[in-house]
Protein backbone atom coordinates (compact mmCIF):
# COMPACT_ATOMS: atom_id res chain seq x y z
CA UNK A 1 0.00 0.00 0.00
CA UNK A 2 1.47 3.52 -0.51
CA UNK A 3 2.25 5.65 2.23
CA UNK A 4 2.03 9.40 2.66
CA UNK A 5 3.39 11.73 5.14
CA UNK A 6 1.88 15.56 5.87
CA UNK A 7 3.55 17.91 7.89
CA UNK A 8 1.36 20.88 8.82
CA UNK A 9 2.90 24.37 10.02
CA UNK A 10 0.35 26.43 10.70
CA UNK A 11 -2.76 26.93 12.33
CA UNK A 12 -6.06 25.30 13.06
CA UNK A 13 -7.33 25.73 9.70
CA UNK A 14 -4.10 24.20 8.05
CA UNK A 15 -4.64 21.24 10.27
CA UNK A 16 -8.35 21.41 9.18
CA UNK A 17 -7.07 21.09 5.37
CA UNK A 18 -4.56 18.71 5.94
CA UNK A 19 -7.18 16.54 7.58
CA UNK A 20 -9.48 16.78 4.30
CA UNK A 21 -6.06 16.21 2.13
CA UNK A 22 -5.56 12.51 4.41
CA UNK A 23 -9.27 11.32 4.17
CA UNK A 24 -9.25 11.90 0.39
CA UNK A 25 -5.54 10.35 -0.38
CA UNK A 26 -7.33 7.49 2.21
CA UNK A 27 -10.23 6.97 0.15
CA UNK A 28 -7.72 6.29 -2.98
CA UNK A 29 -6.11 3.43 -1.25
CA UNK A 30 -3.27 5.44 0.45
CA UNK A 31 -2.15 4.85 4.06
CA UNK A 32 -1.06 8.12 6.61
CA UNK A 33 2.41 6.92 8.20
CA UNK A 34 4.11 8.59 10.93
CA UNK A 35 7.09 8.66 10.28
CA UNK A 36 8.51 9.91 7.31
CA UNK A 37 11.15 7.61 5.75
CA UNK A 38 8.14 5.00 5.22
CA UNK A 39 6.34 7.69 2.91
CA UNK A 40 6.30 6.84 -0.56
CA UNK A 41 4.34 10.56 -0.88
CA UNK A 42 5.61 13.62 1.66
CA UNK A 43 3.54 16.99 1.65
CA UNK A 44 4.35 19.70 3.72
CA UNK A 45 0.90 22.15 4.18
CA UNK A 46 2.49 25.48 5.18
CA UNK A 47 0.70 28.84 7.10
CA UNK A 48 2.55 31.80 5.09
CA UNK A 49 1.29 34.11 8.12
CA UNK A 50 4.48 34.76 9.86
CA UNK A 51 7.86 33.79 7.83
CA UNK A 52 9.33 30.98 11.11
CA UNK A 53 6.91 28.30 9.32
CA UNK A 54 7.71 29.29 5.80
CA UNK A 55 11.49 28.80 6.81
CA UNK A 56 11.23 25.99 8.82
CA UNK A 57 9.01 24.13 5.98
CA UNK A 58 11.16 25.53 2.99
CA UNK A 59 14.42 23.78 5.68
CA UNK A 60 12.51 20.73 5.97
CA UNK A 61 11.97 20.17 2.37
CA UNK A 62 15.53 20.54 1.72
CA UNK A 63 16.51 17.59 4.38
CA UNK A 64 13.79 15.61 2.74
CA UNK A 65 15.85 15.57 -0.67
CA UNK A 66 18.07 13.14 0.63
CA UNK A 67 15.33 10.30 1.19
CA UNK A 68 15.24 10.23 -2.51
CA UNK A 69 18.64 8.54 -2.50
CA UNK A 70 16.77 5.61 -0.53
CA UNK A 71 13.20 5.85 -2.10
CA UNK A 72 13.80 7.12 -5.84
CA UNK A 73 9.92 7.07 -6.85
CA UNK A 74 9.56 9.32 -4.02
CA UNK A 75 7.46 12.44 -4.32
CA UNK A 76 7.65 15.77 -2.91
CA UNK A 77 5.04 18.34 -2.27
CA UNK A 78 3.88 21.80 -0.76
CA UNK A 79 0.03 22.71 -0.17
CA UNK A 80 -1.59 25.39 1.60
CA UNK A 81 -0.79 28.89 2.15
CA UNK A 82 2.91 29.14 1.32
CA UNK A 83 2.62 26.94 -1.77
CA UNK A 84 -0.66 29.71 -2.63
CA UNK A 85 1.57 32.68 -2.05
CA UNK A 86 5.08 31.38 -3.79
CA UNK A 87 3.57 29.14 -6.49
CA UNK A 88 6.07 28.09 -9.52
CA UNK A 89 9.15 29.70 -7.62
CA UNK A 90 8.76 26.87 -5.27
CA UNK A 91 10.22 24.70 -7.89
CA UNK A 92 12.87 27.03 -8.87
CA UNK A 93 14.65 27.27 -5.45
CA UNK A 94 13.71 23.89 -4.41
CA UNK A 95 13.93 21.91 -8.20
CA UNK A 96 13.43 18.29 -6.10
CA UNK A 97 9.95 19.32 -5.17
CA UNK A 98 7.48 17.80 -7.82
CA UNK A 99 3.91 19.03 -6.88
CA UNK A 100 2.64 22.59 -5.62
CA UNK A 101 -1.03 23.07 -4.61
CA UNK A 102 -2.66 25.82 -3.63
CA UNK A 103 -5.76 27.19 -0.96
CA UNK A 104 -8.42 26.45 -3.72
CA UNK A 105 -7.37 22.89 -4.73
CA UNK A 106 -6.52 20.57 -2.28
CA UNK A 107 -9.38 18.78 -3.94
CA UNK A 108 -6.58 17.84 -6.53
CA UNK A 109 -4.04 16.68 -4.76
CA UNK A 110 -5.18 12.98 -4.55
CA UNK A 111 -5.12 12.89 -8.21
CA UNK A 112 -2.04 14.68 -8.88
CA UNK A 113 -0.07 12.27 -6.60
CA UNK A 114 -1.48 9.58 -8.51
CA UNK A 115 -0.22 10.76 -11.50
CA UNK A 116 3.04 12.00 -10.35
CA UNK A 117 3.01 8.44 -8.78
CA UNK A 118 2.50 6.88 -11.73
CA UNK A 119 5.21 8.27 -13.34
CA UNK A 120 8.18 7.67 -10.98
CA UNK A 121 6.86 4.35 -10.43
CA UNK A 122 6.59 3.50 -14.15
CA UNK A 123 9.95 5.33 -14.68
CA UNK A 124 12.10 5.06 -11.88
CA UNK A 125 14.36 7.47 -13.98
CA UNK A 126 14.75 10.46 -11.24
CA UNK A 127 15.39 13.44 -14.06
CA UNK A 128 12.49 12.86 -15.81
CA UNK A 129 10.03 15.24 -13.80
CA UNK A 130 7.62 17.15 -14.65
CA UNK A 131 6.51 19.23 -11.36
CA UNK A 132 3.02 19.87 -11.19
CA UNK A 133 2.17 23.55 -10.01
CA UNK A 134 -1.48 24.65 -9.29
CA UNK A 135 -2.62 28.05 -7.51
CA UNK A 136 -5.52 28.78 -9.62
CA UNK A 137 -8.92 30.03 -7.86
CA UNK A 138 -12.14 27.75 -8.14
CA UNK A 139 -14.99 28.73 -7.46
CA UNK A 140 -17.06 26.64 -5.43
CA UNK A 141 -13.52 25.36 -3.53
CA UNK A 142 -14.80 26.11 -0.09
CA UNK A 143 -16.88 23.43 -0.38
CA UNK A 144 -14.57 20.63 -0.96
CA UNK A 145 -13.33 21.09 2.97
CA UNK A 146 -16.21 18.89 4.00
CA UNK A 147 -16.95 15.51 6.13
CA UNK A 148 -13.82 13.72 8.24
CA UNK A 149 -13.09 10.74 9.48
CA UNK A 150 -13.73 10.50 13.27
CA UNK A 151 -11.08 8.19 15.37
CA UNK A 152 -12.22 6.44 18.19
CA UNK A 153 -12.46 8.36 21.24
CA UNK A 154 -12.21 11.23 19.35
CA UNK A 155 -14.98 13.74 21.05
CA UNK A 156 -13.90 17.00 19.18
CA UNK A 157 -13.84 18.36 15.88
CA UNK A 158 -12.98 21.71 13.87
CA UNK A 159 -15.58 22.27 10.75
CA UNK A 160 -14.50 24.90 8.18
CA UNK A 161 -17.24 26.84 7.41
CA UNK A 162 -15.82 28.97 5.13
CA UNK A 163 -12.22 30.20 2.92
CA UNK A 164 -10.85 33.55 2.37
CA UNK A 165 -11.13 36.98 3.86
CA UNK A 166 -12.35 40.15 2.32
CA UNK A 167 -10.40 42.27 4.44
CA UNK A 168 -7.02 43.95 4.09
CA UNK A 169 -5.12 44.14 7.53
CA UNK A 170 -2.06 45.85 6.74
CA UNK A 171 -0.09 43.07 8.29
CA UNK A 172 -1.33 40.16 7.11
CA UNK A 173 -1.33 38.22 3.66
CA UNK A 174 -4.34 35.58 4.27
CA UNK A 175 -6.42 38.07 1.72
CA UNK A 176 -3.60 36.89 -0.97
CA UNK A 177 -3.22 33.45 0.11
CA UNK A 178 -7.05 32.31 1.04
CA UNK A 179 -9.24 34.59 -1.51
CA UNK A 180 -12.00 36.32 -1.19
CA UNK A 181 -14.46 34.82 2.09
CA UNK A 182 -16.97 32.18 0.19
CA UNK A 183 -19.16 30.31 2.79
CA UNK A 184 -20.61 26.71 2.32
CA UNK A 185 -24.03 26.52 2.91
CA UNK A 186 -25.87 26.11 6.51
CA UNK A 187 -27.18 23.18 5.43
CA UNK A 188 -24.17 21.25 4.42
CA UNK A 189 -22.71 22.53 7.20
CA UNK A 190 -25.36 21.03 9.77
CA UNK A 191 -25.16 17.42 7.71
CA UNK A 192 -21.44 17.57 8.51
CA UNK A 193 -22.26 18.24 12.44
CA UNK A 194 -24.67 15.68 12.58
CA UNK A 195 -22.58 13.15 11.08
CA UNK A 196 -19.95 13.66 13.48
CA UNK A 197 -22.21 13.57 16.18
CA UNK A 198 -23.76 10.35 14.96
CA UNK A 199 -19.91 9.14 15.58
CA UNK A 200 -19.39 10.63 19.29
CA UNK A 201 -18.24 13.62 18.52
CA UNK A 202 -19.61 15.92 21.32
CA UNK A 203 -17.64 19.37 20.58
CA UNK A 204 -17.62 21.66 17.49
CA UNK A 205 -15.15 24.41 16.72
CA UNK A 206 -16.61 26.20 13.73
CA UNK A 207 -13.20 27.59 11.37
CA UNK A 208 -13.01 30.42 9.26
CA UNK A 209 -10.59 33.56 8.79
CA UNK A 210 -13.48 35.93 9.74
CA UNK A 211 -15.90 33.04 11.14
CA UNK A 212 -18.53 35.82 12.47
CA UNK A 213 -18.75 37.30 9.24
CA UNK A 214 -19.99 34.17 7.41
CA UNK A 215 -22.25 33.95 4.41
CA UNK A 216 -22.68 37.87 4.68
CA UNK A 217 -22.16 37.26 0.91
CA UNK A 218 -23.85 34.44 0.15
CA UNK A 219 -27.29 34.55 2.63
CA UNK A 220 -29.88 36.98 3.80
CA UNK A 221 -29.91 38.04 7.51
CA UNK A 222 -33.61 36.38 8.70
CA UNK A 223 -35.34 38.17 11.73
CA UNK A 224 -32.49 40.25 12.36
CA UNK A 225 -29.75 37.49 13.13
CA UNK A 226 -27.19 36.71 10.60
CA UNK A 227 -26.09 34.26 8.92
CA UNK A 228 -23.37 33.27 11.46
CA UNK A 229 -26.00 33.50 14.21
CA UNK A 230 -28.45 31.61 12.16
CA UNK A 231 -25.63 28.60 11.54
CA UNK A 232 -25.33 28.76 15.42
CA UNK A 233 -28.45 27.87 16.35
CA UNK A 234 -28.70 24.71 13.59
CA UNK A 235 -25.21 23.92 15.07
CA UNK A 236 -26.50 23.96 18.52
CA UNK A 237 -29.54 22.38 17.79
CA UNK A 238 -27.55 18.99 16.40
CA UNK A 239 -28.69 16.46 19.10
CA UNK A 240 -25.35 15.02 21.30
CA UNK A 241 -23.27 18.24 20.06
CA UNK A 242 -23.14 19.67 23.71
CA UNK A 243 -20.29 22.14 23.40
CA UNK A 244 -19.96 24.95 20.21
CA UNK A 245 -16.84 27.31 19.55
CA UNK A 246 -16.00 29.28 16.83
CA UNK A 247 -12.56 30.97 15.88
CA UNK A 248 -11.31 33.36 15.23
CA UNK A 249 -14.15 36.08 15.05
CA UNK A 250 -12.97 39.79 13.97
CA UNK A 251 -14.16 42.17 16.79
CA UNK A 252 -16.38 44.31 13.59
CA UNK A 253 -18.26 41.26 13.29
CA UNK A 254 -19.99 41.10 17.10
CA UNK A 255 -23.43 42.90 16.32
CA UNK A 256 -25.92 42.56 18.86
CA UNK A 257 -27.51 39.27 17.88
CA UNK A 258 -24.14 37.53 18.16
CA UNK A 259 -23.89 38.94 21.40
CA UNK A 260 -26.76 37.96 22.47
CA UNK A 261 -26.76 34.41 21.05
CA UNK A 262 -24.55 34.13 24.22
CA UNK A 263 -27.76 34.29 26.34
CA UNK A 264 -29.94 32.28 24.39
CA UNK A 265 -27.60 29.23 23.42
CA UNK A 266 -26.38 27.02 26.76
CA UNK A 267 -24.22 25.11 24.13
CA UNK A 268 -22.04 27.80 22.74
CA UNK A 269 -18.88 27.33 25.02
CA UNK A 270 -17.95 30.62 27.45
CA UNK A 271 -14.88 31.30 25.41
CA UNK A 272 -14.51 33.82 22.92
CA UNK A 273 -10.67 34.42 21.29
CA UNK A 274 -10.97 38.14 20.01
CA UNK A 275 -7.68 39.34 18.27
CA UNK A 276 -6.97 43.24 19.61
CA UNK A 277 -3.37 43.58 17.90
CA UNK A 278 -3.23 46.95 19.19
CA UNK A 279 -4.25 48.68 22.28
CA UNK A 280 -3.21 51.82 20.45
CA UNK A 281 -6.00 53.66 18.00
CA UNK A 282 -3.29 55.43 16.17
CA UNK A 283 -1.04 51.93 15.56
CA UNK A 284 -4.98 50.15 14.71
CA UNK A 285 -5.98 52.84 12.42
CA UNK A 286 -2.54 51.92 9.99
CA UNK A 287 -3.07 48.14 10.93
CA UNK A 288 -6.69 49.03 8.99
CA UNK A 289 -8.53 47.01 11.56
CA UNK A 290 -11.40 49.36 11.80
CA UNK A 291 -12.22 49.63 15.68
CA UNK A 292 -10.89 51.50 18.15
CA UNK A 293 -9.06 50.25 21.74
CA UNK A 294 -12.11 51.74 23.16
CA UNK A 295 -15.18 49.71 21.40
CA UNK A 296 -13.09 46.47 21.88
CA UNK A 297 -12.80 47.38 25.31
CA UNK A 298 -16.71 47.98 25.10
CA UNK A 299 -17.24 44.70 23.21
CA UNK A 300 -15.34 42.67 26.33
CA UNK A 301 -17.94 44.26 28.69
CA UNK A 302 -20.84 43.65 26.98
CA UNK A 303 -19.62 39.90 26.53
CA UNK A 304 -18.89 39.42 30.40
CA UNK A 305 -22.04 41.14 30.89
CA UNK A 306 -24.46 38.57 28.88
CA UNK A 307 -22.48 35.58 29.88
CA UNK A 308 -20.51 36.16 33.32
CA UNK A 309 -17.10 34.03 33.75
CA UNK A 310 -16.70 33.55 29.79
CA UNK A 311 -13.08 33.46 29.13
CA UNK A 312 -11.16 36.07 26.18
CA UNK A 313 -8.28 35.93 24.55
CA UNK A 314 -6.66 37.42 22.21
CA UNK A 315 -3.50 38.30 19.50
CA UNK A 316 -1.46 41.08 20.01
CA UNK A 317 1.13 42.50 17.89
CA UNK A 318 4.00 44.36 19.12
CA UNK A 319 7.00 46.36 17.32
CA UNK A 320 4.35 46.93 14.51
CA UNK A 321 5.82 49.91 12.13
CA UNK A 322 5.85 53.38 13.72
CA UNK A 323 4.98 51.78 17.05
CA UNK A 324 6.19 54.51 19.39
CA UNK A 325 6.93 53.95 22.86
CA UNK A 326 3.55 55.03 24.11
CA UNK A 327 1.69 53.12 21.37
CA UNK A 328 3.09 49.87 23.26
CA UNK A 329 2.14 51.07 26.74
CA UNK A 330 -1.38 51.49 24.89
CA UNK A 331 -1.26 47.54 24.54
CA UNK A 332 0.67 47.02 27.51
CA UNK A 333 -2.46 49.52 29.35
CA UNK A 334 -5.25 47.20 27.55
CA UNK A 335 -4.07 43.90 28.24
CA UNK A 336 -3.66 44.75 31.92
CA UNK A 337 -7.10 46.03 32.61
CA UNK A 338 -8.85 44.05 30.68
CA UNK A 339 -7.25 40.75 31.86
CA UNK A 340 -7.63 38.36 29.08
CA UNK A 341 -7.58 34.19 30.13
CA UNK A 342 -4.75 33.83 27.69
CA UNK A 343 -3.03 35.79 24.38
CA UNK A 344 -0.62 35.34 22.00
CA UNK A 345 1.49 38.24 21.79
CA UNK A 346 3.72 37.88 18.28
CA UNK A 347 6.53 40.33 17.36
CA UNK A 348 5.77 41.82 14.19
CA UNK A 349 7.29 40.04 11.27
CA UNK A 350 6.91 41.94 7.62
CA UNK A 351 5.17 39.54 5.12
CA UNK A 352 6.13 40.25 1.17
CA UNK A 353 3.54 41.91 -0.84
CA UNK A 354 1.39 43.64 2.91
CA UNK A 355 1.58 47.15 3.04
CA UNK A 356 3.13 47.20 6.44
CA UNK A 357 6.55 45.58 5.16
CA UNK A 358 7.24 48.74 3.29
CA UNK A 359 5.98 51.06 5.63
CA UNK A 360 8.42 53.93 6.73
CA UNK A 361 9.90 53.53 10.77
CA UNK A 362 10.07 49.50 11.11
CA UNK A 363 10.99 48.62 14.41
CA UNK A 364 14.11 47.25 15.21
CA UNK A 365 14.45 43.69 16.34
CA UNK A 366 16.05 44.46 20.20
CA UNK A 367 12.80 46.75 20.90
CA UNK A 368 10.39 44.41 19.31
CA UNK A 369 11.90 41.81 21.84
CA UNK A 370 11.95 43.98 24.68
CA UNK A 371 8.04 44.49 24.02
CA UNK A 372 7.37 40.66 24.07
CA UNK A 373 8.83 39.88 26.96
CA UNK A 374 7.66 42.57 28.70
CA UNK A 375 3.88 42.03 27.37
CA UNK A 376 4.50 38.52 28.02
CA UNK A 377 5.08 39.14 31.87
CA UNK A 378 1.58 40.94 31.50
CA UNK A 379 -0.62 38.14 30.36
CA UNK A 380 1.29 35.38 32.09
CA UNK A 381 0.48 37.29 35.34
CA UNK A 382 -3.29 37.52 34.59
CA UNK A 383 -3.17 33.93 33.24
CA UNK A 384 -1.93 32.77 36.73
CA UNK A 385 -4.14 34.93 38.29
CA UNK A 386 -7.25 33.36 36.77
CA UNK A 387 -5.82 29.60 36.45
CA UNK A 388 -5.06 30.25 40.95
CA UNK A 389 -8.54 31.35 41.11
CA UNK A 390 -10.23 28.37 40.08
CA UNK A 391 -8.33 26.15 43.03
CA UNK A 392 -10.78 24.50 44.93
CA UNK A 393 -13.69 24.81 42.12
CA UNK A 394 -15.76 22.07 40.82
CA UNK A 395 -15.91 22.50 36.86
CA UNK A 396 -17.50 20.28 33.90
CA UNK A 397 -15.03 18.87 31.21
CA UNK A 398 -14.87 17.00 27.72
CA UNK A 399 -11.90 14.35 28.29
CA UNK A 400 -9.99 14.22 24.68
CA UNK A 401 -7.85 11.25 26.20
CA UNK A 402 -4.21 11.06 27.18
CA UNK A 403 -2.10 14.03 28.15
CA UNK A 404 0.11 15.30 25.36
CA UNK A 405 3.35 15.61 28.60
CA UNK A 406 2.31 12.32 30.26
CA UNK A 407 0.36 10.03 28.44
CA UNK A 408 0.04 8.20 32.09
CA UNK A 409 -2.21 10.89 32.98
CA UNK A 410 -5.74 12.33 31.14
CA UNK A 411 -6.35 15.68 30.06
CA UNK A 412 -9.76 17.46 29.13
CA UNK A 413 -11.42 21.20 28.47
CA UNK A 414 -13.53 23.23 30.55
CA UNK A 415 -16.16 24.90 28.68
CA UNK A 416 -14.11 28.15 28.63
CA UNK A 417 -11.25 26.32 26.83
CA UNK A 418 -8.50 25.85 29.79
CA UNK A 419 -6.44 22.58 29.81
CA UNK A 420 -7.52 20.29 32.68
CA UNK A 421 -5.17 17.21 33.40
CA UNK A 422 -6.36 14.43 35.90
CA UNK A 423 -5.75 10.71 36.62
CA UNK A 424 -8.23 8.64 34.63
CA UNK A 425 -9.83 5.71 33.17
CA UNK A 426 -10.47 4.67 29.46
CA UNK A 427 -14.14 5.30 30.95
CA UNK A 428 -13.55 9.19 30.89
CA UNK A 429 -12.44 9.37 27.73
CA UNK A 430 -15.09 11.47 25.22
CA UNK A 431 -16.93 12.19 28.25
CA UNK A 432 -18.21 15.33 29.92
CA UNK A 433 -18.05 14.94 34.23
CA UNK A 434 -16.91 17.57 36.67
CA UNK A 435 -13.91 17.69 38.52
CA UNK A 436 -12.61 19.56 41.41
CA UNK A 437 -9.37 21.46 40.47
CA UNK A 438 -7.00 20.94 43.09
CA UNK A 439 -3.68 22.67 41.88
CA UNK A 440 -2.72 24.72 39.22
CA UNK A 441 0.53 25.57 37.07
CA UNK A 442 1.33 28.17 35.30
CA UNK A 443 -0.84 27.16 32.48
CA UNK A 444 -2.38 24.13 33.37
CA UNK A 445 -4.97 22.84 35.37
CA UNK A 446 -5.02 19.63 37.48
CA UNK A 447 -7.92 18.24 38.75
CA UNK A 448 -9.16 15.45 40.26
CA UNK A 449 -12.62 13.70 39.47
CA UNK A 450 -12.83 10.93 42.00
CA UNK A 451 -13.26 13.05 44.96
CA UNK A 452 -16.96 13.89 42.97
CA UNK A 453 -17.63 10.59 42.13
S1 LIG B 1 -9.15 40.00 9.17
FE1 LIG B 1 -7.15 40.87 8.79
S2 LIG B 1 -5.76 39.56 10.00
FE2 LIG B 1 -7.68 38.42 9.79
S3 LIG B 1 -7.38 37.13 7.96
FE3 LIG B 1 -8.39 39.03 7.28
S4 LIG B 1 -6.72 40.38 6.62
FE4 LIG B 1 -5.82 38.75 7.89
Partial sequence: MRCV????????????????????????GYRMVADESEADV????????????????????????????????LVL???????????GSLIETSPHVDLVVGTQKFHRVADYVDDLLRCRMESLIDDVRRPIVDVDEEEGSQRAINGQEVADGQCSAFVSI????????????????????RA??????????????????????????????YGRQEFPSRDGLSPFVQLLEEVCAVDGIERVRFTSPHPIGFDSDLVEAFARLPKLAEHVHLPLQSGSDRILKAMRRGYTAGAFSQLVERLRATRPGIAITTDIIVGFPGETDGDYLA???????????NAFVFRYSPRQNTPAATM??????????????????????????????MVGTDVDILCEGKSRNNPDRLSGRTRTNKIVVFEGAPRHVGEIFPVRIVRASSSTLYGDPAVLE
Fill in 5 to 28: FIKTYGCQMNERDSEQVAKMLGER
Fill in 331 to 341: SREIADRIGFD
Fill in 42 to 73: ILLNTCSVRDMAEQKAIGKMGMLRKLRKLRPH
Fill in 162 to 181: MQGCNRHCAFCIVPQTRGRE
Fill in 184 to 213: RPIVEIADEVRTLAARGVREVTLLGQIVNL
Fill in 360 to 389: DNQISEDVRESRNKDLLEVVNRHVSLKLDA
Fill in 77 to 87: GYLGCMAQARG
